[in-house]
């Protein structure tokens, strides 16, 4: 199993920047469930975007991405990331 902070260099392009959030649980659309790890990522390359990712668990790196925004956007993210990790009691480190 891979174990955070993870390597997000082959998604990265010259310019961009990964920040690691922390670990918590996570529920998507389709009512899957688990624990990820979450980074935050600013894009440079085509524009600015910032996206909220979260790395799957497992033997390889398969980074899912929650929510992309134009521009940067990395402390509106980020405040909401730990805002919804501490209303369900999740860890904020």
Same mark, same amino acid.
């Given at each position: 199993?891979?174990?955070? *902070?993870?390597?997000?260099? *082959?998604?990265?392009? *010259?310019?961009?920047?990964?920040? $690691?959030?922390?670990?918590?649980?996570?529920?998507?659309?389709?009512?899957? %469930?688990?624990?990820?790890?979450?980074?935050?990522?600013?894009?440079?390359?085509? +524009?600015?975007?910032? $996206?909220?990712?979260?790395?799957?668990?497992?033997?390889?790196?398969?980074?899912?991405?929650?929510?992309?925004?134009? +521009?940067? %956007?990395? $402390?509106?993210?980020?405040?909401?990331?730990?805002?919804?990790?501490?209303?369900? +009691?999740? *860890?904020?480190?």
């Amino acid at each position: 199993m891979l174990t955070a *902070p993870h390597d997000l260099t *082959p998604w990265l392009a *010259p310019g961009d920047e990964a920040q $690691h959030l922390g670990g918590r649980a996570w529920t998507d659309a389709t009512g899957r %469930s688990g624990w990820a790890e979450f980074y935050l990522v600013l894009h440079q390359a085509d +524009g600015v975007w910032t $996206h909220l990712c979260r790395v799957a668990a497992g033997a390889r790196l398969e980074l899912v991405l929650v929510r992309a925004v134009p +521009g940067d %956007s990395r $402390h509106a993210l980020r405040d909401a990331f730990f805002a919804q990790s501490l209303a369900n +009691g999740a *860890p904020r480190d």
